[in-house]
């Protein structure tokens, strides 16, 4: 069974229970791995990389999942009520603490 993983920010793929560390050279990157019995075959772009499996569990999920995007919006907590408030612009060296 082949499957799809995207690698962490630090290089690591992980496909029924064990975590697999590629590097960073693949962060961010979607790999193809192929899942037997006894073996994890991870096909990247520097060549397949063969991994023993430790455990005989099924996999769950085929494909890769993109990253998740970041919202836009800041919590603040005026009035003593949690509420999101989308007016707050934040920029980098614009930003003041007040004294």
Not at 10 to 21: E, F, N, T, Y
Not at 68 to 96: A, C, F, I, P, Y
Request: proline share 4%.
């Amino acid at each position: 069974m082949a499957v799809q993983r995207r690698a962490s920010n630090s290089g690591v793929v992980m496909v029924v229970g064990p975590k697999v560390a590629l590097g960073r050279t693949h962060a961010g990157k979607t790999v193809t791995i192929e899942v037997t019995d006894t073996d994890l075959t991870i096909h990247t772009d520097s060549g397949p990389r063969t991994v023993k499996r430790t455990n005989g569990q099924p996999v769950r999920s085929n494909k890769a999942h993109r990253p998740r995007k970041v919202s836009n919006r800041t919590w603040t907590n005026r009035h003593s009520s949690n509420t999101w408030d989308e007016s707050v612009k934040h920029q980098v060296g614009l930003d003041t603490v007040a004294a």
